[in-house]
């Protein structure tokens, strides 16, 4: 069988086959959402929320918005993927020194491995929304690191490997608060530390008003021999406010601020009443995807409704061939 995706195998990635009549090339797992209302005592909501395979199991980055209102970021397991043990307590993280760097705010991780550790980006508070970034090699003591960009920036985006020689960060530049415009632009690094060479890479806009507004990277960008894949999300402003749904685009994989293909139409919009009804109603916001490169089956975990934690799945194979023909790169 011809392997689409470069990566691993995962032959116990959470799946489901495509409904019988289903015309979407992403369709939603019949079990969903997998977290509700009040999941832990310490969170009223987790979504928007990253997750990895590690070992026989799974290991997650969570937004958990507390009793206070603030989120902040827990970690948690699974044996499956869909079942998930977090917490009981937020992440306690640490300097370099070893001293409590505690979070003002947290929320978005997404989480990479990147070698032989796993990274963590999420928005951070730097003097206002900034991205933050840390690592982990036993998922016990979580280490801090430099803010990779200034404020305000509110979605980062690590590649899983160095890209002719550096590291690569997706962001979307924002304003303080809900920002009305976004573009993603592409940061590159030799040391994780030291940030430049930035890129405007994809914009808002075109024929499809799905992504009018913002658009902004979604999960760590998946290898395969077409290019990076890279799920983004696209907001459109309504009477009743923004409305979140998600796409996908091709990068160019030996220069992937150049954009080969883009979804003109949404791959997931706001359908279902987990993702219509709850704290922020109409948002799909995806923040993860796992692969199995033997397979191409990908599962995608999205926030619903700023509320709950679903799951969607596609075929590489079919997501390619859709994206390729149903592309409008402006
Ligand atoms: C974005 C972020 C996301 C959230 C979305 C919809 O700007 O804050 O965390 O899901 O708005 O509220």
């Known amino acids: 069988m011809k392997k689409t995706i470069l990566g691993s195998a995962l032959p116990n990635i959470p799946w489901e086959d ?50 206070n209102g603030r989120a ?21 993280w640490v300097d370099e020194e070893g001293k409590p760097s505690p979070l003002s705010f947290g929320y978005d991780p ?27 090699k036993d998922f ?40 009305p415009f976004g573009d993603i632009f592409l940061s590159e690094s030799p040391d994780l530390i030291h940030w430049g060479r930035h890129r405007w890479v994809m914009g808002r806009g075109g024929q499809g008003w799905w992504q009018n507004t913002k658009i902004g990277a979604g999960p760590v960008p998946i290898e395969t021999t077409a290019g990076w894949l890279l799920f983004y999300h696209g907001v459109s402003n309504t009477c009743n406010g923004f409305v979140y749904s998600f796409g996908a685009a091709i ?5 992937p601020g150049k954009v080969l293909y883009r979804t003109r139409d949404y791959l997931l919009t706001p359908e279902k009443p987990y993702e219509t009804v709850g ?29 709950c934690t679903a799951i969607a799945f596609a075929q590489v194979d079919e997501l390619i061939d859709y994206i390729r023909n149903n592309s409008e790169v402006f």
């Open 140 to 179: 016990k003591t979580f280490i801090r690191m430099p803010n990779p960009l200034m404020p305000y920036n509110r979605n980062g985006v690590l590649f899983p490997r160095k890209v002719n020689g550096k590291y690569l960060l997706l962001s979307r530049p924002s304003d303080s608060g809900h920002t």
């Open 72 to 92: 902040t970021l827990f970690f948690g397991r699974s044996p499956d993927g869909i079942r998930w043990t977090i917490g009981p307590d937020p992440i306690d």
């Open 279 to 307: 704290f922020v109603p109409n948002v799909v916001f995806p923040c993860a995807n796992l692969y199995d490169a033997d397979t191409g089956r990908i599962a995608i975990y999205y926030g619903a409704a700023d509320t």
């Open 251 to 255: 990068l160019d994989i030996n220069d």
């Open 110 to 136: 997404r989480f990479v491995q990147i070698e032989d550790t796993y990274y963590i980006v999420w928005c951070d508070d730097m003097h206002g929304p900034s991205i933050g970034l840390g690592r982990t």
């Open 18 to 67: 495509k409904p019988k009549g289903c015309r979407d090339v992403v369709w939603r797992y019949s079990g969903n959402p997998v977290l509700n209302w009040n999941p832990i005592p310490r969170a009223a909501r987790i979504f928007n929320s990253a997750v990895l395979p590690y070992k026989n199991e799974f290991v997650g980055v969570f937004r958990g918005d507390q009793r």
